[in-house]
């Protein structure tokens, strides 16, 4: 067990690290090539913050564990408005942008019933894993959209702003190539101790990729968003969010419907869909205001970390 627990540990920090330094090389490269940095900010950093779920998802998928990939994809977002939303609040109330409540909240709100509905039926195929593919390229394509027209929203912003720096194209390369083989190397040392541990405890792939594995790839949005309420800068952690679930969604889950489809955990369709569903309805109704403005209060923060302490704890019992 203590071996399993130290791939664990292990397969997180090269994961994490692996992620910064591919985002790293590979915006600063795309700029040495001459592609503009709202594009950078949308592909590379947008997709890149997603890219520990994504890698995860993918090798448990092709180690035919698609319950951890799926928990990963789902458990990722409950812990992104639970237990990042919440923590953050409780530091400093959330003050929510008109455009979030226009643009951003509606197409998370979107993406997540079209994924619940392409799960509905119990399966889930290379077809809807084709659906996402096609709902992340008009996603991509409407944000690109909204910032040139001068409309850009709470997630462009943030994407722009986290654009690493430009660097020799060398070093670009280096980096990039650093965190290709890192991500994919990092993910089968953690899938190995994640499944290792959750044998040893009797949990299943699902349970261990919606509590363990999904808190771990969240730690990177979990510290950003933290260290900007710490600055006087909370709205950063919506941002993060809401980018991180509408990826999530369409990348992550994606990965264990193209690679290995098949049916999904009845668990997942009357416990955790609804569960990530009710979440996000509760963020919307505290973005839009019970009583008028939109804030994240800290009650409402705490409420929500009740919320996710509830549901990891049934999750752990349920096993």
């Given at each position: 067990?203590?071996?399993?627990?130290?791939?664990?540990?292990?397969?997180?920090?090269?994961?994490?690290?692996?992620?910064?330094?591919?985002?790293?090389?590979?915006?600063a490269?795309?700029?040495?090539?001459?592609?503009?940095?709202?594009?950078?900010?949308?592909?590379?950093?947008?997709?890149?913050?997603?890219?520990p779920?994504?890698f995860?998802?993918?090798?448990?998928?092709?180690?035919?564990?698609?319950?951890?990939?799926?928990g990963?994809?789902?458990?990722?977002?409950?812990?992104?408005?639970?237990?990042?939303?919440?923590?953050?609040?409780l530091v400093?109330?959330?003050?929510?942008?008109?455009?979030?409540?226009?643009?951003?909240?509606?197409?998370?709100?979107?993406?997540?019933?079209?994924?619940?509905?392409?799960?509905?039926?119990?399966?889930?195929?290379?077809?809807?894993?084709?659906?996402?593919?096609?709902?992340?390229?008009?996603?991509?394509?409407?944000?690109?959209?909204?910032?040139?027209?001068?409309?850009?929203?709470?997630?462009?912003?943030?994407?722009?702003?986290?654009?690493?720096?430009?660097?020799?194209i060398?070093?670009?390369?280096?980096?990039?190539?650093?965190?290709?083989?890192?991500?994919?190397?990092?993910?089968?040392?953690?899938?190995?101790?994640?499944?290792?541990?959750?044998?040893?405890?009797?949990?299943?792939?699902?349970?261990?990729?919606?509590?363990?594995?999904?808190?771990?790839?969240?730690?990177?949005?979990?510290?950003?968003?933290?260290?900007?309420?710490?600055?006087?800068?909370?709205?950063?952690?919506?941002?993060?969010?809401?980018?991180?679930?509408?990826?999530?969604?369409?990348?992550?889950?994606?990965?264990?419907?193209?690679?290995?489809?098949?049916?999904?955990?009845?668990?997942?369709?009357?416990?955790?869909?609804?569960?990530?569903?009710?979440?996000?309805?509760?963020?919307?109704?505290?973005?839009?205001?019970?009583?008028?403005?939109?804030?994240v209060?800290?009650?409402?923060?705490?409420?929500l970390?009740?919320?996710?302490?509830?549901?990891?704890s049934?999750?752990?019992?349920?096993?």
């Amino acid at each position: 067990m203590l071996l399993s627990l130290g791939a664990i540990v292990v397969g997180f920090v090269l994961l994490i690290w692996g992620a910064d330094r591919f985002i790293a090389g590979a915006a600063a490269l795309a700029q040495d090539l001459g592609v503009p940095k709202l594009l950078v900010g949308l592909t590379v950093v947008g997709l890149g913050t997603s890219a520990p779920e994504m890698f995860v998802a993918g090798v448990a998928a092709l180690q035919d564990k698609p319950g951890l990939a799926i928990g990963n994809a789902i458990g990722s977002n409950v812990t992104n408005i639970a237990l990042i939303l919440g923590v953050t609040a409780l530091v400093a109330p959330l003050v929510v942008q008109n455009s979030v409540l226009k643009r951003e909240l509606p197409v998370l709100s979107l993406v997540c019933v079209g994924a619940t509905v392409l799960m509905a039926d119990g399966d889930l195929t290379r077809v809807d894993g084709g659906v996402l593919a096609v709902g992340l390229l008009g996603t991509l394509v409407w944000m690109a959209r909204m910032a040139r027209s001068g409309t850009s929203t709470a997630l462009d912003d943030e994407m722009a702003l986290d654009v690493p720096e430009q660097a020799p194209i060398g070093r670009a390369v280096l980096w990039t190539v650093v965190g290709l083989i890192a991500l994919p190397l990092s993910s089968q040392i953690l899938v190995w101790g994640a499944v290792n541990l959750a044998n040893a405890f009797g949990l299943s792939d699902l349970v261990i990729g919606l509590t363990i594995v999904a808190l771990g790839t969240s730690l990177p949005e979990l510290a950003a968003s933290v260290a900007g309420a710490l600055k006087g800068e909370p709205e950063i952690a919506l941002g993060n969010v809401l980018g991180s679930n509408m990826f999530n969604l369409l990348v992550v889950l994606a990965m264990p419907a193209l690679i290995a489809p098949g049916a999904v955990e009845a668990a997942v369709l009357t416990r955790d869909l609804p569960v990530m569903l009710g979440l996000t309805a509760v963020l919307y109704l505290m973005c839009v205001g019970w009583r008028g403005p939109g804030r994240v209060t800290r009650l409402e923060g705490s409420l929500l970390l009740l919320a996710f302490v509830g549901y990891t704890s049934i999750l752990l019992i349920a096993g």
